[in-house]
């Protein structure tokens, strides 16, 4: 109960000064020249999540042995000409001050270029070096991925699921203002800013962690979800129920025939069903074969709207494409519980 | 091939708001002028000019006060644990590797008090670790290194706060046309499109780039809105206004690209009577996005259009889509493209022609 209630710091803490003192203890039986290497590389590997962390090894890794191998090519090009060898030294600080904050892999890969230049300044830089380096780097990558995953590991799995709860309970609120829109006289959708807002945020969010997933997935190979497929198909259906959103503004308002109510309140519950299906979906992890879906018959509802008298042309296309953006959320449920 | 090009994104494009260019920038001019310092008074030192560049990143913060609150912060912190790091080196290896690994815990540990410490704790750590590898040999060292570490500082706050300084207020109207630079940039890709100038692949390809391009810039707008800080109420509703109608010039953007997308996925030819409105449609904001302004004191957005004109052509490519003998689902398609160009212009089109 206790270990379960530690907050993400002290477990990355614990993870982080558990990683240093395996690397510390290693190098005091091995005879590591240069354990700092080892040292610096598992903590700064230390991640939010498992799956971060094994991106993010896997990229120092790789982005260590391609900017060191690089990186000693321009060191002995330019060794004798001091002019080239400041300008590549520049450029590297440069570039990984340029990286730091948007691309993890270009920063390393710089990085590394610069540990070349910086060593052949204050002592000597060779291939022997350059071997050195990189299993170094291993060493403290394999420790930062084993603490990461022994000791109190966070999964990017559960985050993904709850993300994506998240973001389905704001398409529940899209979903449910849609169809009370219909039948509105004064339509202003100003008062969903902060619904606009917060969906993008989350779905950025799920993004994010989606992609960070996919690396605990390649590692277990047990998972049956495509996080990054999921996270295409939840990007459509959001862009399909928010536009769908958008455009409910230009409609008239809807007759409010008991025929119709009736239609359009079936097609929001059935449309409401399949989300909670789907957020099912996620707190089931992934076990797509026990949920199925509705197949929602949304054209079923166009002939009655286009026999509305009060309705001009140009009224009955902007509810068929209103009509449009929901069959492609249909299809993309389908999808969905076909992955 | 995705890979490839997202690899080349990340490459060429992660810095829409050239704001890693400028601290890139800055950074290795803070770090040019340490070494030098460093290389004329004091035996080429390098643990200075390292701490400098840790230093110049060390600013996270909303507000200015609470940035240079940071930094000074970062720097008391970098400079003890450097020193006390090279006094535990001296005095015994089994001490410094303790509390290498007492600051492992601790970097990671004060992260739950926010955002600011994120980041300076572990550029804590890192100097505290340089100790090891570049300790000073001697006393004379010692005190170089503490006066090349003090120097650091005035070097770090001058440069960061006062040489072309991160305003927020700056960013803000750096942004604002850069939106619009690659709204027109999306909206030429479409254009050459329906002027059959590039092929679909290429114009899906393109035109996705550019629109995620155009939803991240929107999304750091987002962040940026919150940290200007206005005077006037007035002002802060018209900054909330004008995301609003970036966030819904952004969703017409996409409207209008999903739509014609659907029309390459479905192999669905424009009909002849709907390109000279389309084009047309298109030259006028591309007019529009040109002429965006923004007032630098109040915040209000203008641009100069003809709004009776884009009403015209709007009303064509509409009746033109209305008059069309084509199957339901294709004039869905067309009919989407002209609810993306009503989104495009929508709260604009409220503004100056309904009102």
């Not at chain 1, 790789?62 to 191998?69: E, F, P, Q, R």
């Amino acid at each position: 109960m206790f270990i379960a209630n530690l907050r993400p710091s002290t477990r990355l803490a614990l993870q982080a000064s558990i990683a240093l003192t395996c690397v510390i203890v290693l190098s005091s039986f091995l005879p590591l020249d240069h354990a700092y290497w080892a040292m610096i590389t598992a903590m700064l590997l230390i991640s939010q999540t498992l799956g971060e962390g094994l991106k993010k090894a896997s990229e120092r890794v790789l982005m260590t042995i391609l900017g060191g191998v690089v990186g000693t090519a321009l060191y002995f090009v330019s060794k004798d000409v001091p002019t080239l060898f400041l300008i590549f030294i520049v450029s590297s600080v440069f570039f990984i001050i340029y990286y730091f904050d948007t691309s993890f892999r270009f920063a390393v890969f710089f990085m590394t270029i610069s540990v070349v230049f910086l060593f052949a300044m204050l002592k000597s830089w060779n291939a022997d070096l350059l071997l050195v380096r990189i299993y170094e780097t291993i060493i403290g990558a394999f420790f930062a991925i084993f603490t990461g995953a022994v000791v109190l590991p966070i999964r990017a799995a559960n985050k993904l699921n709850r993300s994506a709860e998240e973001l389905i309970t704001q398409l529940e609120a899209v979903l449910d203002n849609l169809f009370k829109f219909l039948f509105l006289d004064k339509k202003d959708h100003r008062q969903f800013k902060k619904l606009y807002a917060n969906i993008v945020v989350q779905f950025l969010l799920f993004r994010k962690v989606a992609k960070i997933t996919s690396f605990e997935r390649w590692a277990r190979a047990i998972d049956p979800k495509d996080p990054t497929r999921m996270a295409e198909k939840l990007r459509a259906l959001t862009y399909y129920l928010t536009t769908a959103l958008h455009i409910v503004q230009l409609i008239p308002v809807a007759p409010h025939t008991p025929l119709l109510i009736e239609k359009l309140e079936s097609l929001k519950k059935d449309f409401l069903e399949n989300l909670s299906r789907l957020k099912s979906f996620f707190s089931e992890n992934g076990q797509a074969a026990k949920i199925e879906f509705l197949d929602i018959p949304v054209s079923n509802c166009l002939n009655d709207f286009k026999s509305v008298e009060t309705w001009s042309k140009e009224d009955y296309f902007n509810f068929r494409a209103l009509m449009y953006n929901l069959s492609c959320a249909n299809a993309i449920f389908a999808d969905f519980f076909g992955l | 091939m995705k890979f490839l090009d997202n690899l080349w994104v990340e490459l060429f494009f992660s810095d829409p708001g050239y704001l890693c260019l400028k601290q890139a920038l800055k950074t290795v001019t803070a770090l040019l002028l340490s070494v030098a310092f460093c290389h004329f008074f004091l035996e080429n030192l390098i643990a200075p000019p390292f701490l400098i560049i840790f230093l110049m990143q060390a600013h996270q913060g909303k507000t200015k006060k609470q940035k240079m609150f940071t930094q000074a912060l970062a720097f008391i912190v970098f400079t003890m644990c450097f020193f006390i790091g090279v006094y535990l080196k001296a005095y015994s290896l089994l001490v410094f590797h303790s509390g290498l690994i007492l600051l492992a815990f601790l970097a990671f540990y004060v992260q739950r008090f926010g955002e600011r410490f994120t980041r300076f704790p572990l550029f804590a750590w890192v100097m505290y670790f340089f100790a090891l590898i570049l300790p000073p040999q001697n006393s004379t060292q010692l005190w170089y290194n503490f006066i090349g570490v003090l120097m650091d500082f005035p070097i770090t706050f001058i440069l960061y706060f006062y040489v072309f300084p991160d305003s927020n207020k700056k960013i803000f109207f750096d942004n604002f046309r850069l939106y619009y630079t690659k709204c027109r940039q999306m909206l030429l890709v479409l254009q050459s499109f329906f002027q059959k100038k590039i092929s679909a692949a290429d114009f899906t390809a393109n035109m996705q780039q550019k629109l995620d391009g155009i939803r991240d810039l929107v999304l750091m707008n987002q962040s940026v809105f919150e940290t200007v800080e206005t005077s006037h109420a007035d002002h802060q509703l018209a900054l909330d206004e004008y995301y609003f109608e970036e966030y819904e010039r952004t969703r017409g953007l996409a409207m209008a690209f999903e739509a014609t997308k659907h029309l390459c996925a479905q192999g669905i030819g424009v009909p002849e009577s709907l390109s000279p409105p389309i084009l047309k449609i298109m030259d006028y904001y591309l007019v529009i996005f040109q002429s965006m302004r923004i007032d630098d004191k109040t915040y209000s957005i203008d641009c100069s259009f003809n709004a009776a004109s884009l009403e015209t052509a709007l009303d064509a490519y509409k009746n033109a889509v209305l008059r069309l003998d084509l199957p339901e689902n294709q004039l869905t398609i067309f009919w989407n493209l002209y609810l993306g160009f009503i989104q495009m212009s929508k709260v604009m089109r409220d503004k100056y022609v309904y009102r």
